[in-house]
């Protein structure tokens, strides 16, 4: 490696694109969160705490709270999912075919994928329909604007961002271990709870990552299929922006989610890292 | 051994999981009725959307010049980021390599808003530019690993090998460096144009009020429910995905052979 001005060249363009649009756009919104509310949306430049007052009211520290809790139960409910699917994937025989099947949802457009649930679950939906016709129902049950199909969705949708790096790290794993651990009588339970998940731990951290962080950002899942009840963070940052125009509150609940999204990151990499010194 | 039947039954409820709402939509997008009433099957969606759907079709326009313009500039930017960031050591380079990846962690609603923030900040008018804007910045770290993953197993003495020959820097980098890098600096590319053509929320707060995206329409579609036009289009995503899918795996073997 050499110290000299082509790398200076190489790299001017991208170090000030990120610099400008990004790293600075970053920086406004914190310091908007210390200004005061302009009147028709927009901040006046004068200090204030009031957008940090807003915010510490049980209304929105209880929003905060169901974002990373239902973040938690779709990444856990996903995982559930994932890691046997990649598993069976590994030990199969038509593993590529298998693999482009997860990719091929992986590909299509993310707001089909949730309108398509949508056509199944809806008022006027395939199911409802259905149960009609087979006469065990007379009116349309809401299956959809609620928390769980919130969760069912964004399952759907982060399964093949959890399989894909589960399956990188399975396929790695060396099977002769399981088979080691019952010869010395180790029960199937033991040999998976004690030999492969530790071992397939980075896996299963990228997976969990690739899954939860989406999760705490999320706004179109929640806006289209979640009703009154079950808003989440990006939600009432959006609110906030477009229809409230509390400018200073959008920017510090933007902030709360940068930072919760900054600390479940460095958690999950040090979890990685931790992997790395159990090998 | 039971866990193979367990793990089978997780896999084909993944399967059922993924493709029951694909396959009901690909079937209702021939149905002569509007609602998930099935009236007998008639191709008069596709014909509406092939024939009356013009809003769409701007819309589809306007996505592919956003995703070709911004998926140019991030792949430029990426690539000769990457080159210096992996061949060179300089001032600020712990810094960038840090700040290369950032956007890859923040939830496209925060880029989406903060800079939306920016743009109202300095007075630019929402439109075509602030979008390509959004989708470049966001496609950057997708570039950086993929261009990065090939440079860190290419030779530099093949590029110092040119400096002796004497070629220079923009040769080097035009004959040497860029053929070398091509497979990993074209599927860079692809990925980006299909975020970009994908990405709905971050676009939805920058565009302001006279440019609709693909997925912005797609959205102001769906809200209202059930839309036979959109089971026809979906159905042309599916199939697309499927094209894809194939053809960058016929791609990645001619590339890596």
């Given at each position: 490696m050499k110290t000299d001005k082509r790398g200076v060249a190489y790299t001017w363009p991208i170090t000030l694109w990120l610099t400008i649009f990004f790293l600075i756009p970053m920086g406004i919104v914190l310091v908007y969160s210390f200004l005061k509310k302009g009147l028709y949306g927009g901040v006046e430049f004068k200090l204030s705490f009031?957008?940090?007052?807003?915010f510490l009211n049980a209304m929105f520290i209880k929003i905060v709270l169901k974002t990373i809790l239902v973040s938690l139960g779709v990444t856990f409910i996903t995982l559930i999912i994932a890691v046997?699917?990649?598993?069976?994937?590994?030990?199969?025989?038509?593993?590529?075919?298998?693999?482009?099947?997860?990719?091929?949802?992986?590909?299509?457009?993310?707001?089909?994928?949730?309108?398509?649930?949508?056509?199944?679950?809806?008022?006027?939906?395939?199911?409802?329909?259905?149960?009609k016709k087979i006469g065990l129902i007379d009116t349309s049950i809401q299956f959809l604007y609620n928390t769980g199909a919130v969760v069912l969705i964004s399952v759907y949708t982060s399964l093949p961002f959890a399989i894909l790096p589960l399956y990188a790290v399975i396929e790695k794993f060396d099977f002769a271990l399981i088979d080691a651990a019952r010869d010395l009588g180790a029960t199937n339970g033991q040999a998976f709870f004690r030999i492969f998940l530790p071992n397939i731990k980075q896996g299963i951290v990228t997976a969990g990552i690739f899954t939860f962080v989406?999760?705490?950002?999320?706004?179109?899942?929640?806006?289209?299929?979640?009703?009154?009840?079950?808003?989440?963070?990006?939600?009432?940052?959006?609110?906030?922006?477009?229809?409230?125009?509390?400018?200073?509150?959008?920017?510090?609940?933007?902030?709360?989610?940068?930072?919760?999204?900054?600390?479940?990151?460095?958690?999950?990499?040090?979890?990685?890292?931790?992997?790395?010194?159990?090998e | 051994m039971n866990k193979r039947k367990t793990s089978l039954f997780f896999?084909?409820?993944?399967?059922?999981?993924?493709?029951?709402?694909?396959?009901?939509?690909?079937?209702?997008?021939?149905?002569?009725?509007?609602?998930?009433?099935?009236?007998?099957?008639?191709?008069?969606?596709?014909?509406?959307?092939?024939?009356?759907?013009?809003?769409?079709?701007?819309?589809?326009?306007?996505?592919?010049?956003?995703?070709?313009?911004?998926?140019?500039?991030?792949?430029?930017?990426?690539?000769?980021?990457?080159?210096?960031?992996?061949?060179?050591?300089?001032?600020?380079?712990?810094?960038?390599?840090?700040?290369?990846?950032?956007?890859?962690?923040?939830?496209?609603?925060?880029?989406?808003?903060?800079?939306?923030?920016?743009?109202?900040?300095?007075?630019?008018?929402?439109?075509?530019?602030?979008?390509?804007?959004?989708?470049?910045?966001?496609?950057i770290p997708f570039v950086l690993f993929i261009v990065l993953s090939r440079l860190s197993d290419l030779d530099y003495s093949i590029v110092e090998a040119s400096?002796?020959?004497?070629?220079?820097?923009?040769?080097?980098?035009?004959?040497?460096?860029?053929?070398?890098?091509?497979?990993?600096?074209?599927?860079?590319?692809?990925?980006?144009?299909?975020?970009?053509?994908?990405?709905?929320?971050?676009?939805?707060?920058?565009?302001?009020?006279?440019?609709?995206?693909?997925?912005?329409?797609?959205?102001?579609?769906?809200?209202?429910?059930?839309?036979?036009v959109i089971n026809a289009l979906s159905v042309i995503f599916i199939a697309f995905a499927v094209a894809l899918t194939l053809s960058t795996t016929k791609l990645q073997k001619y590339f890596i052979k």
């Open positions: 009031d957008a940090f007052n807003i046997p699917t990649a598993y069976f994937i590994v030990r199969s025989k038509y593993k590529k075919l298998y693999i482009y099947l997860i990719i091929i949802p992986f590909w299509t457009n993310f707001l089909i994928r949730i309108y398509s649930w949508m056509a199944i679950l809806g008022h006027n939906g395939f199911v409802n329909i259905f149960l989406p999760m705490l950002g999320s706004y179109v899942i929640p806006k289209l299929v979640g009703g009154v009840n079950s808003i989440f963070m990006g939600n009432v940052i959006a609110r906030q922006l477009t229809e409230t125009r509390n400018w200073p509150l959008a920017a510090t609940i933007s902030s709360v989610l940068i930072l919760l999204t900054m600390i479940f990151v460095l958690v999950g990499s040090m979890a990685k890292k931790r992997g790395d010194n159990y | 896999f084909v409820l993944s399967m059922l999981f993924f493709y029951l709402p694909l396959v009901v939509i690909v079937i209702y997008s021939f149905n002569k009725g509007k609602s998930m009433v099935w009236q007998g099957f008639s191709l008069k969606w596709y014909k509406e959307l092939f024939l009356y759907s013009d809003e769409l079709w701007r819309a589809f326009r306007y996505s592919i010049v956003i995703a070709i313009i911004s998926s140019t500039i991030s792949t430029t930017l990426g690539t000769l980021g990457v080159i210096g960031i992996h061949w060179y050591k300089f001032k600020y380079k712990k810094y960038l390599e840090v700040l290369g990846y950032l956007p890859l962690i923040v939830p496209d609603i925060i880029m989406g808003v903060s800079l939306l923030i920016l743009f109202v900040t300095v007075k630019l008018n929402l439109g075509l530019m602030s979008i390509i804007i959004v989708h470049t910045t966001f496609n400096y002796d020959l004497g070629a220079t820097e923009i040769q080097t980098l035009k004959k040497v460096i860029i053929p070398m890098l091509l497979p990993a600096i074209v599927s860079g590319f692809l990925i980006a144009i299909t975020l970009s053509f994908d990405d709905f929320v971050a676009t939805f707060f920058v565009a302001g009020p006279g440019i609709t995206t693909l997925p912005l329409r797609i959205y102001s579609m769906i809200r209202l429910g059930i839309s036979p």
